[in-house]
């Protein structure tokens, strides 16, 4: 049998009043637990700036008045300005101008002193692009006559001369190329025309001497001995024309050339070349 159970009446929302009722209330924190204490550590630790260290704004703000002196007074400050800078500028341009048109006095003095032009110091010509380029080509030329190549070295010559006709070292060394190859015309012309630029040109009348002798003209190559000598008593020059004298059976000339030279040059020894012996008297001999 089913025991007699009275049904509960309650409803939910009183059995939730009934748990909560149950459930004993939080215990409340006192007010001085809640608030919590202020740090006296960190209250000592802050340091305020110094006074020299903070900025002082006044210095960096204008008066009012002033600025709205400068407001007012906009286009006339604008205006002043410009024509202060132009004055400025014009000034400075006339200066410029006066300093180059008038120079002071120690310019003028040191105008003076200052060539017009650069000049070589051995020949005295006046350099100039055209002369500069006419050297480069002579000076290649006498690269080549130190290792005897007379041909290579006569048509750098010749390139030095197409640029500079007159060119007197070109010339001179043009004829002793020509001459070392046995073109003896050609070489006869360029030192010829050497010689109608300077009249003194040194060895020039002795290689024109040694044509003249290579080509048996006994008077001619005489003249340009003698002019040679008179130009400078060299006694290598003189030893040379005695044996062409002794060569040309005037040894008597010969003995006396080098008698005289030997009186002008006592510390050195002059003599003339051994005839060389005819293939007749070698015969004799044998």
Known sequence: MIPDVEPQTTSIASQENTQTADIPPKSERPAEISKKPTSSFRADRQKSAPVASQPDRSL????????????????ALMILFVMTTLALLATGFSSWMMSDS????????????????????ATKEQITQR?????????????????????????????????????????YRAGYCRLNIKDYAGARVSLEKALTINPTYRHANLLLARIAAAQQDARRAENHFKRELALDKD????????????????????????????????????????KPVSSENK????
């Open 102 to 121: 008038v120079p002071s006095a120690y310019a003028r003095s040191a105008s003076g002193r200052i060539p017009k032009h650069w000049t070589d110091s």
């Open 235 to 274: 006694p290598a020059i003189a030893v040379e024309y005695a044996n062409f004298l002794q060569d040309s059976g005037r040894e008597k000339e010969a003995k006396a050339i080098i008698s005289q030279y030997q009186a002008l040059y006592p510390d050195r020894i002059l003599v003339l070349s051994q």
């Open 60 to 75: 960096l703000e204008f008066p009012p008045a002033l600025i709205n002196l400068v407001e007012s007074n906009r286009a």
């Open 283 to 286: 015969e004799q001999r044998q």
């Open 131 to 171: 002369y500069l380029a006419a050297d480069k080509d002579y000076r290649m030329g006498e690269l080549y006559l130190t290792r005897d190549r007379y041909s290579e070295a006569l048509i750098l010559f010749e390139d030095a001369l197409a640029v500079r006709p007159d060119h007197l070292q070109a010339l």
